[in-house]
Nanobody, 124 residues
Framework: QVRLVESGGGLVQAGGSLRLSCAAS????????MGWFRQAPGKVREFVAL????????NYVDSVNGRFTISRDNDKNTVYLQMNSLKPEDTAVYYC?????????????????WGQGTQVTVSS
C-alpha cells in the first residue's frame, strides 16, 4: 500500500504561481509512474500531467502545457507540480496518483493509489 500526501495548495491571484508536492510513503517510489489530476466542483476528475518512473518522460493536458511542469525526486520519494501563469479555470482540488503498471495512461481508473487532494483556488 502506497500512501500519498499532497501539499502546497492555496489561494493565488490569476497570473501567479504555486508548487504542489506529493510525498510517497513507499521506498520503491521509483517503481511507480506518477500523475497529477484535478477535479473542479461539478466536474469529472481530469488528467493534468504524468511523469515516467525515471522522470525522463512527461505528458500534459493541452490546457496546461507550457504553464505547468511535473518533476520528481526519487531520492525524496516526491513528485512536484510547478504551476505558473495560473488562471481561474485552474481552480480545483489537485490529486497525485501512482500507477504501478507503468501504463502511461491519462485514465484515472488505471491508477492504483491516490492522495487526499489539495485545494488550488485562483482568483480573477
Amino acid at each position: 500500500q502506497v500512501r500519498l500526501v499532497e501539499s502546497g495548495g492555496g489561494l493565488v491571484q490569476a497570473g501567479g504561481s504555486l508548487r504542489l508536492s506529493c510525498a510517497a510513503s513507499e521506498r520503491t517510489f521509483s517503481n511507480y509512474l506518477m500523475g497529477w489530476f484535478r477535479q473542479a466542483p461539478g466536474k469529472v476528475r481530469e488528467f493534468v500531467a504524468l511523469i515516467s518512473r525515471s522522470g525522463g518522460t512527461t505528458n500534459y493536458v493541452d490546457s496546461v502545457n507550457g504553464r505547468f511542469t511535473i518533476s520528481r525526486d526519487n531520492d525524496k520519494n516526491t513528485v512536484y507540480l510547478q504551476m505558473n501563469s495560473l488562471k481561474p479555470e485552474d481552480t480545483a482540488v489537485y490529486y497525485c496518483a501512482a500507477d504501478r503498471s507503468n501504463t502511461f495512461t491519462r485514465n484515472p481508473i488505471q491508477y492504483d493509489y491516490w492522495g487526499q487532494g489539495t485545494q488550488v483556488t485562483v482568483s480573477s
